[in-house]
């Protein structure tokens, strides 16, 4: 088990303990008893924009859980699968983490491609084979009968 201090997502990204807050609420779900008078569930609150780490890897987390994000940039991460406080906070932490690594790898660069000379004979045919097929879908001339 950790000690609960900073949080080190890689060796050169560490989240200070002072950004993040945790608050501890009664887990929902089955549990019976124990689940109603024990507060094990973590919220884990993170403050994206004030945070220590560099701009960049700040809106690449934003552009990536945006939506999982206040309005006010404030992170929350609920984990209250474990029975035990210390297991549920470690949970959260990890699940951070995790996040803040995948915002931290920059995306590659896509290349553009040219189709082949092919390819794009065989697009046109077939766009002109749909087009006969579907102008032989127009109403029957039936005068001739």
Same mark, same amino acid.
């Given at each position: ?22 608050? $501890? ?11 109603? #008078? ?22 690449? $987390? ?31 932490? #990890? ?51």
């Amino acid at each position: 088990m950790s000690d609960f201090g900073d949080l080190r997502v890689s060796d050169a990204l560490t989240v200070p303990a002072w950004e993040l807050s945790e608050a $501890f609420v009664r887990a929902s779900g089955p549990g019976g008893q124990h689940v109603n #008078k024990v507060s094990t569930a973590v919220q884990l609150t993170w403050l994206v924009e004030t945070s220590s780490l560099p701009a960049e890897i700040k809106e690449r $987390f934003a552009k990536l859980f945006g939506s999982r994000m206040t309005n006010d940039g404030r992170l929350i991460l609920e984990a209250g699968s474990h029975r035990s406080q210390a297991l549920n906070r470690e949970a959260a932490r #990890k699940r951070l983490a995790e996040m803040i690594l995948k915002a931290s790898q920059k995306p590659k660069r896509r290349i553009r491609t040219k189709p082949t000379k092919g390819s794009i004979r065989r697009r046109i045919a077939e766009k002109k084979r749909r087009g006969e097929i579907k102008s032989l879908r127009g109403n029957v001339d039936r005068t001739e009968e």
